[in-house]
């Protein structure tokens, strides 16, 4: 039982890896120096990159929230004598907070996907995505990862 104590762990730590790692990568696009030529792949990459990252996105979340909740439901005697029901709660509902953000982002996709859009729209459209993408990982996923990072603790330690 002790790993799937740290499942949410493991899994909240990739949301999070896969969310800096797609911060630092789509940075790179915003140079000055290689704008254009980003703004003429943009369209392509996105259409290729979205359906591919988001099934990743929304494996990780089910991983996160499906295990936090399992655990709630199996070991509710043990987590709260440890302490960590809510702490699991939280992981597993922060997890699914992720989602909440969609309703801003599609559109800002959409654009990006737009492989009639001005040249200089792709820039402004990728940096609000960036914006959009580096608050919801420092809000929700962070937090995600650091309440399953408590959980798994508080839960494993005697």
């Keep these: ?19 800096w ?17 980003s703004n003429r792949l943009q369209s392509s990459y996105w259409q290729t990159f979205f359906p591919r990252g988001s099934a990743a996105v929304l494996g ?30 939280a992981g597993g509902i922060l997890a699914l907070c992720h989602l909440l953000w969609a309703p801003s982002i599609m ?6 996907q737009d492989s009639k859009k001005d040249v200089n729209e792709g820039t402004i459209t990728l940096r609000r995505w960036i914006n959009i993408h580096l608050t919801r990982a420092l809000t929700v996923d962070l937090a995600c990862f650091v309440s399953c990072v408590v959980a798994a603790a508080k839960t494993i330690s005697s």
């Design 107 to 112: 559109p800002v996709v959409d654009t990006l």
């Design 21 to 37: 790692d797609q911060y630092l990568f789509l940075s790179i696009f915003l140079k000055k120096d290689i704008q254009a030529p």
């Design 1 to 19: 039982m002790s790993f799937l104590y740290l499942v949410p762990v493991i899994s909240s730590t990739s949301a999070l890896y896969f969310a």
């Design 60 to 89: 990780l979340i089910s991983i996160t929230s499906g295990a936090s909740f399992a655990l709630l439901r199996t070991q509710a005697a043990i987590l709260q004598e440890k302490n960590s029901y809510n702490w699991y709660l």
